[in-house]
């Protein structure tokens, strides 16, 4: 082992208790005013204690995806998707991490009573780690915050995609805003299950809401209409707009005979003759 | 009644019970990390696919998976390898998928739209070892 | 080696699939399906897929196989039964089952069958 990781492990081994108070003394100013919570306070301990472990298993900070971060790195992930769900802030998130660096440089000191001679080695360890320990827990959370955004993305557009059901063995989507693929899968296992459901044999697709379609929206309606038809029913795209209907053209996008029309009213009628219906005005 | 399967395992791929039993196994353990029915459908689909290419083209191997964890998220990954012939031009090989001629060729572009993650390696002589991944 | 069933309905044949297969088993299918397509005088085939959890490039094959087939020797296939997790994934795999007639459930793929009959 290095001397300056011996250095350091030692110290953290022997003055725990002052480090603990000396942290949850600097967190304070970093995190507005708060105190330590009983979670970080546990998380303080464990903290400690795997980057001790990591320190004695010759860890450094030029790599801190080194097998001997492991541990170290796991219990910092796990702090940073706990404050990330219990919506805490990246900067003091980060911060909880960096508030360890001043305790463990007053440890060091009071260890050599202050003097600075021959310290730089464990001081730059000390510094680099915790900085990397902090870089690591921030990317985490991110992650975490993503991760979250993107589920309430998906119950959002659940809520935005719904299957209505027009006339008997008829069914509408009316598609608001842009079709990407989580979008289009979403319409199609709604629309598919409530073929099922209702034993319709028509889906009319609505793209009057969808701003523009080009070969990758075009492929989404393409595969969309296929598992339809697989399922043994057949579909209409209706709200093709001039504007629409120009650029497929000039894309050279091929809809394979899918029967297409330019408004919603246009594509009920032609469903309503497709599915044997006729409809007559009452005699007044 | 399936019971739960241990994290990491591997099967044999040998014959086409083998193949059966690969899409029980993935059955089970897509059921197990509570995957939505279509992501299952998807993944066993794939696996299939993939253990037929090794029974297939690669004269036998295995199908090894793994339950991984990426931060906050949980995935199956599996893992289909075998010492046949590998792969010369792998780059055709993602490319064609059914569209080529006779229709028949490995299937690897369409396999690789039912994962999140895909990944080969072949060596000529050597073999070929396909890993997938579907986080969820 | 398990083998698939094939029921006479009049002048159709209906074949329910239960299991999950072995690719000899669909093969087999296959082939006892042409048989009898010829030895009846069937110009009706139902295949019902509503209990597979799963179908394949080799199923998926194996069905327009069969849909190919059968019109040579002057019956019309239909495919009844797929669920939607299968449709979507049959659809990103990149297999439209091109050629091959589709419907809801037996019921339709019936009438679809004598609606076929009359041409």
Same mark, same amino acid.
């Given at each position: ?52 472990? +990591? ?17 170290? =790195? ?8 706990? =404050? ?60 975490? =915050? ?14 935005? /995609?719904?299957v ?5 063995g008829v069914l509408a989507v009316?598609?608001?805003? /842009? ?5 289009a899968?979403?319409v199609m296992e709604s629309l598919l299950e409530r073929l099922v459901e209702t034993g319709s044999e028509l889906a009319i697709i ?14 989404h309606l393409m595969k969309t209409v296929t598992a339809i038809r697989l399922m043994g029913a057949e579909s209409i795209i209706? +709200? ?15 809809l394979q005979g899918i029967v ?7 594509a009920?009628?032609?469903a309503?003759?497709m ?10 | ?20 039993? &690969?899409?029980?196994? #993935? ?9 939505? !029915? ?8 794939? &696996?299939?696919? !993939? ?26 990954? !599996? ?10 031009? @792998? ?23 039912? #994962?999140?993650?895909? &990944?080969?390696?072949?060596? @000529? ?12 | ?13 209906? %074949? ?38 799963? %179908? ?26 797929i669920r939607p997790a299968v449709a979507i994934?049959l659809v990103?795999?990149?297999?439209s089952l091109?050629?091959?007639?589709t419907a809801l459930?037996?019921?339709r ?11």
């Amino acid at each position: 082992m290095r001397r300056e990781n011996q250095r350091l492990a030692d110290l953290l081994r022997d003055d725990q208790a002052n480090l603990l108070s000396g942290w949850a003394a600097e967190y304070h100013k970093y995190a507005e005013g708060r105190g330590l919570t009983r979670d970080l306070q546990a998380q303080q301990t464990s903290i400690l204690r795997e980057l001790e472990a +990591g320190i004695r298993a010759d860890g450094n900070a030029d790599n801190f995806n080194d097998p001997a971060w492991r541990v170290l =790195r796991e219990v910092l992930a796990q702090l940073s998707t706990d =404050r990330a769900a219990q919506g805490e802030t990246a900067d003091v998130t980060s911060g909880f991490v960096l508030a360890l660096k001043r305790p463990i440089f007053d440890g060091l000191q009071r260890q050599t009573g202050g003097a600075i001679e021959g310290q730089i080695d464990v001081i730059w360890l000390t510094s680099a780690v915790v900085d990397r320990m902090a870089q690591w827990t921030v990317a985490n959370y991110q992650k975490t =915050r993503e991760d979250i955004i993107v589920r309430q993305q998906h119950e959002l557009m659940e809520l935005s /995609t719904p299957v209505i059901k027009l006339w008997d063995g008829v069914l509408a989507v009316p598609l608001i805003g /842009t079709l990407d693929s989580s979008r289009a899968q979403m319409v199609m296992e709604s629309l598919l299950e409530r073929l099922v459901e209702t034993g319709s044999e028509l889906a009319i697709i609505d793209i009057t809401g969808v701003p523009t379609v080009d070969t990758l929206v075009a492929q989404h309606l393409m595969k969309t209409v296929t598992a339809i038809r697989l399922m043994g029913a057949e579909s209409i795209i209706s +709200g093709i707009r001039p504007q629409i209907a120009q650029t497929i053209v000039h894309l050279g996008i091929d809809l394979q005979g899918i029967v297409t029309k330019s408004t919603l009213a246009d594509a009920l009628r032609t469903a309503m003759r497709m599915t044997g219906h006729t409809v007559a005005r009452a005699a007044s | 009644m399936a019971t739960e399967l241990a994290p990491t395992g591997s099967a044999p791929i040998r014959d086409e019970r083998d193949i059966v039993q &690969a899409r029980a196994l #993935v059955r089970t353990l897509t059921a197990q990390l509570k995957f939505s !029915l279509v992501e299952q459908t998807k993944m066993i689909t794939a &696996a299939s696919e !993939l253990a037929r290419n090794t029974m297939v083209y690669g004269r036998g191997g295995e199908m090894r998976w793994e339950i991984v964890a990426e931060g906050i998220r949980r995935g199956l990954r !599996l893992h289909f390898e075998d010492q046949g012939p590998g792969i010369p031009d @792998v780059e055709q090989a993602l490319v064609d998928g059914w569209t080529t001629g006779s229709g028949l060729g490995m299937g690897l572009s369409g396999t690789k739209r039912l #994962v999140n993650d895909f &990944a080969i390696r072949t060596k @000529v002589g050597e073999g070929t070892c396909v890993s997938i991944t579907r986080w969820k | 080696m398990e083998r698939i069933p094939i029921l006479r309905m009049g002048k159709h044949l209906l %074949v329910t699939i239960q299991i999950d297969m072995q690719d000899q088993t669909a093969l087999q299918l296959q082939e006892d399906l042409a048989t009898m397509v010829d030895k009846s005088g069937a110009n009706g085939v139902l295949i019902d897929v509503s209990a597979l959890e799963m %179908v394949d490039s080799f199923i998926g094959r194996m069905l327009v196989s069969i849909s190919d087939i059968g019109r040579l020797l002057g019956a019309t296939t239909v495919v009844v039964g797929i669920r939607p997790a299968v449709a979507i994934t049959l659809v990103e795999l990149g297999l439209s089952l091109g050629g091959v007639k589709t419907a809801l459930n037996v019921e339709r793929g019936m009438a679809l069958l004598d609606a076929n009959r009359t041409i």
